[in-house]
C-alpha cells in the first residue's frame, strides 16, 4: 500500500486547496504619510497620536508632528528606552493619516503599524539583550507623603480647561504649572502634578525620566495626589548663554536636588539600583523619507 501525507498530496495537485490558504496581511485600508510642516519661528507646535482601535475614533488614526521612535514603539509595543536607533530618527517629524479596517482589534494594531513602517519605511529591525540599569521603587522608611485623591472639581461648561497661565517659578525655583494637571520643565527644573496618578502611572514616568525600566513594589494600590519637583542635569549646567544675552545663573545652572532625592524628601519613596539584562529592539535600516502616499 502507497500511503500520501496530506501536504504532498497538496503538493501534487498544485495547492488549490483551503489547506493551503496564507493568513491575510494585517494592513491598512490607505495610509498616508508626509513630512511635517516646519514650525514658525517661535512658534508652538502639536506632537501627538490619537484615534484607532480601543478610541472613540477607531476607524482613524492621526499623528502629527511625530518623529519615527513615536511610531516604532507601539508597533513593537516597547519602552522609549528600549529603542536604539540613529539620531536622525528623533529629529525628522512626519504628519500620518491612516484608515483602519473595520472590526479590527487592538492586539492587531500594532502589527499593522509594523507593517506599515516596513513598506513605507523599509525599516528592518532585531532584538538583542542588553545590560543596563534597573530599578525598583519602594516606601521609604518614614512611609509616604502624598494623600490619596480627592474627588476632582468639575470642569468648566463645555470641558474647558482655564488656559495655562505665563510660566512663573516659585519661591523653591520649581515652574508652576497653575490650574492644569501634566508636566513641564524649564531652566533645568522639571515639575509634575497629577491629582490621580497610581503608582503604575509613576513608575511609568519614572522609566522614562530614567531611561531604564522601574518596577513598583510600594504596595500601594490606590490614586494619589503626586506632586515632584526636581533638578535635571541633562548637559544643560555650564552651557554658555545665547549670543548677547546675559541670562541669571539659574538659567543654566541649575540647583536643586536630584531625582532620586526629591522622591524621597518630597513623597517619600525611594528608589533601588541593579543592572540586568533588557531586550532591545535595535534599528538595523529605515529610509529618511516615506515611498509615495
Known sequence: MIRTSVSSLMLLLGCNSAYCQSTPKLEFEAASIKPSSPPAVGGVFRVGCSGGPGTNDPGLFVCENTSLPNLVIPAYRIALYQLSAPNWMMDTRFDVRVVVPEGATKQQFPTMLQNLLADRFNLAVHH?????????????????????????????????????????????????????????????????????MTMEMLTGELSRQLRGPVTDLTGLPGKYDIDLCWSRDDGSRGVAPPPGGEPAPTDYAPSGPTLMQALQEQLGLRLESKKGPVDFLVVDHAEKLPTEN
Open 128 to 196: 538583542q539583550s542588553r545590560e543596563i540599569q534597573q530599578y525598583e521603587l519602594r516606601v521609604a522608611k518614614n512611609g509616604p507623603k502624598f494623600k490619596e485623591a480627592a474627588p476632582l472639581v468639575q470642569k468648566e461648561a463645555g470641558g474647558a480647561l482655564n488656559p495655562l497661565p505665563s510660566l512663573k517659578l516659585d519661591a523653591n525655583g520649581c515652574p508652576v504649572l497653575g490650574p492644569r494637571e501634566g508636566g513641564v520643565f524649564t531652566r533645568g527644573r522639571v515639575h509634575i502634578h497629577f491629582p490621580e
